[in-house]
């Protein structure tokens, strides 16, 4: 069990030149074809896998959230990491992204989404109360709150009223 943090933290994103949000998924919407899709989990694991593996690439942390839509929350050191490892043949993304297109992408079986996000200092805030670490505070540096940080306008440094 992960270990809860008690009281108030937030990310603090000042000691990073910022993060990249990485939001990607996938949506069954013929359940039925199985063929379609359980290939693509264990192609994610493979990604996975490899960032694991070689931390080099720029993936910091990533998490799963599973169901007939599934999500997967990554976080980047630079929009560059991520552009690179979409792109290089010899990882495991571009071989699962080319199968994809080759062989379902018409059959409506199965959808595919993703958003990129870049995060600079300032221009986010967060706040986790009694939680163990995660989001952006577990991706860069989980700090109490303090007087500063107190409100979320504190957080993305507007004047407090």
């Known amino acids: 069990m992960a270990k809860i943090d008690r009281g108030r933290w937030t990310a603090n994103l000042d000691e990073h030149d910022g993060v990249v949000l ?6 069954i919407n013929k359940p039925w074809r199985i063929d379609h899709w359980l290939w693509m989990f264990a192609a994610m694991g493979g990604m996975l896998t490899h960032l694991a593996k070689h931390p080099e690439r720029g993936m ?5 959230w599973f169901g007939r839509t599934t999500m ?20 495991p993304h571009r071989p699962a992204w080319r199968r994809f ?12 989404w993703h958003e990129t996000y870049v995060v600079a200092p300032g ?9 163990p670490a995660f989001g952006l505070a577990e991706a860069t540096e989980k700090v109490r709150v303090t007087r500063r940080t ?3 306008k504190q957080r993305l440094g507007a004047p407090a009223y």
């Open 22 to 27: 990485f939001l990607i998924g996938m949506r």
């Open 60 to 64: 910091i942390k990533a998490r799963n």
């Open 72 to 91: 997967q929350v990554g976080y980047w050191r630079s929009v560059e990491d991520l552009m690179r490892f979409a792109a290089d043949d010899d990882a």
């Open 101 to 112: 297109y080759q062989r379902l992408a018409k059959s409506g079986s199965v959808g595919i």
């Open 123 to 131: 221009s986010a805030e967060s706040v986790y109360v009694n939680m």
């Open 150 to 152: 107190g409100s979320a």
